[in-house]
């Protein structure tokens, strides 16, 4: 497959455990944010967002928490799947209209 | 709904050369972003059209250039191709802008020799 990134971060987990990926922002004028995931050979799928006024929003499996505080963005996925394996990219906007992605977090699931 | 089509999904051009890239978005959307993504650098945002504007444009040189069609479809375009280019090309597109839900296409993959 296609790599989309050399010396990432990697995570490591057993199926079914909890996966918690991090991310670091920098700006403080940051107002919105989304995961997105990013599978060999495909383009990043939105996985799920938040907005500055939020500090907690869950979907499918997945929890995004944002601590503005510290300038933190974590997202969680439950019962973690063979199939979530994947590169993981958090994004914030800025407020001009760019997003800005991280450098990116490589999943691994072991069954 | 389909989602975002680009074409072609890969290309290989020679150095000097220029090279043209398109995108659909969902159908819609009218706000196409495109991206760069390099091992080294990760995904970089190029420019961003909003019914046929540029309204935002990222760090890269003037070779690259974009435009958008009434139909909301984008191209864009890189002249004077340099090995750096090499790069895997993203497009996006969402209903209103980068501050909302962004879908991406599947990339059209890019060597330059």
């Known amino acids: 497959g296609e790599s989309v990134g050399l010396h990432l971060p990697t995570l490591s987990v057993q199926e079914g455990d909890n996966s918690i990926i991090n991310c670091a922002y920098s700006n403080s004028a940051s107002d919105y944010f989304i995961w997105y995931k990013q599978e060999s050979g495909k383009g990043p799928q939105f996985i799920i967002d938040i907005r500055s006024n939020m500090d907690k929003r869950q979907g499918q499996r997945v929890t995004v928490l944002l601590n503005k505080t510290v300038k933190h963005l974590s997202l969680q996925i439950a019962a973690t799947q063979p199939g979530d394996s994947a590169v993981y990219f958090c994004a914030e906007n800025r407020g001009y209209s760019t997003l800005t992605f991280g450098k990116g977090t490589m999943l691994l699931v072991s069954p | 709904k389909a989602g975002v089509t680009q074409t072609p999904r890969y290309l290989i051009k020679t150095r000097g050369q220029q090279v043209t890239l398109s995108c659909s978005p969902i159908s819609g959307h009218r706000s196409v972003s495109w991206y760069q993504q390099t091992p080294g650098q990760g995904l970089q945002f190029l420019f961003e059209y909003f019914s046929e504007t540029q309204r935002n444009k990222g760090n890269f040189p003037g070779r690259f250039s974009g435009r958008q069609f009434s139909n909301s479809r984008s191209e864009m375009n890189v002249s004077t191709l340099e090995l750096g280019d090499s790069a895997l090309y993203l497009c996006?597109?969402?209903?209103?802008?980068?501050?909302?839900?962004?879908?991406f296409g599947p990339g059209t993959r890019l060597t330059v020799t």
């Open positions: 996006a597109s969402s209903l209103e802008g980068t501050n909302y839900e962004q879908y």
